[in-house]
Structures are given as structure tokens and as C-alpha cells.
């Protein structure tokens, strides 16, 4: 068998043609598969990590939950959060005028923990129980406890005064015949 070079640079090309078109082939089948079992190893990686961190947070818990459980530690707490004192001991407290009165630093707080309340309530909240408010008539209903702007609480009503003699008790600022009805 004799080829003229015609033939056998014909015969090449088709050969090399089947061959780089089974090489696409291939590369296509593979890439698929490939690229699933590439998402799935980042996965796998993103879960230990976060399997990870979350064993170290309930290492964390588990420490704390420990230490709450030591009588010492809940006594210390006691008195650092709360102001306890054992039976017989005297608590001291002393304030910094700096600082101001304890009047002021609960009325700070409380502005700060409504700032933040209101930052933290969705809009639409806050603009029914505006539009509630708005056309309500004499004292302000605020239905949801939405913080309203530039509102301040109205003090609390008095307590009840016990008489010394066996009379009922009054409120102050009641007569003592409107106590009567």
C-alpha cells in the first residue's frame, strides 16, 4: 500500500480531529462531576470549621455552666450584680459626682436602651403604633411599647398612705370625702 502524501496528510487531519473531538468529549463529561465534588470538599470545609467553633462555644458554656454551678462564684456574683450582703455585714456605695445622681444615670440608661429598642423595631411597627398614637385622643395608648421620640413616661401614681388612727387608707392628694364615695 502506497500513499501519496494527499492521502496520508487527509488521513491525519481526520484522526487528529477524532481524536481533539473525544478529547472535548471527555473534558466535558468530566467537568461536571469534577466541579460538584470541588463544591462539595469547600463544603465539607465550611462545616468542620464551623463544627469547630461551635465545639469550642459549648466548651466555653460548659466552663461557665461549671463555674455557676461553685456555691463561691454564685456568692461573689450575688454580690458584685446584685448587692447582697451576708447577714451582720454593712453595704457601703459610693457614688461618683461626675457621674451625677442615680436619678440621672437610670434616665441615661433608659434613653440608650430606647434608642437601641427603636433602632432594633422594624419601620412598619413603628409607623401603625405612630399612626395609632396620632389619632388617639387624650392619654397616648401604645399598644406595642414602641419608644415614641421626645415622649416621657408619666410618673407613676402615688401609693397608698395607711392613717395612723383606723380610717381607710387614702391616696395622696385625695380628700378624705372623695375617699368615701
Do not use: C, H
Not at 462545616?47 to 461557665?64: F, K, M, N
Not at 447577714?87 to 442615680?102: C, H, I, M, N, W
Not at 397616648?140 to 410618673?155: F, M
Amino acid at each position: 500500500m502506497t500513499f501519496s502524501r494527499g492521502e496520508r496528510t487527509r488521513q491525519f487531519s481526520v484522526r487528529m480531529l477524532a481524536v481533539l473531538f473525544f478529547a472535548a468529549l471527555g473534558i466535558v463529561i468530566v467537568s461536571g462531576p469534577l466541579s460538584q465534588y470541588l463544591d462539595q470538599q469547600q463544603q465539607k470545609r465550611d462545616l468542620l470549621q464551623q463544627l469547630d467553633q461551635t465545639t469550642a462555644r459549648v466548651d466555653v458554656l460548659e466552663q461557665e455552666l461549671a463555674r455557676w454551678k461553685d456555691n463561691d462564684f454564685v456568692r461573689s456574683q450575688a454580690r458584685e450584680r446584685l448587692g447582697y450582703v451576708l447577714p451582720g455585714e454593712t453595704l457601703y456605695l459610693v457614688s461618683d459626682p461626675a457621674e451625677g445622681t442615680p436619678e440621672q444615670i437610670v434616665a441615661e440608661r433608659t434613653k440608650e436602651a430606647n434608642d437601641r429598642r427603636r433602632q432594633a423595631t422594624p419601620f412598619y411597627v413603628t409607623m401603625w403604633d405612630s399612626i395609632k398614637i396620632a389619632g388617639a385622643t387624650g392619654g397616648i395608648e401604645n399598644p406595642s411599647n414602641v419608644p415614641v421620640i421626645g415622649s416621657t413616661t408619666p410618673p407613676a401614681p402615688p401609693l397608698p398612705t395607711a392613717p395612723a388612727s383606723g380610717a381607710p387608707a387614702q391616696v395622696a392628694g385625695e380628700t378624705a370625702t372623695e375617699g368615701a364615695n
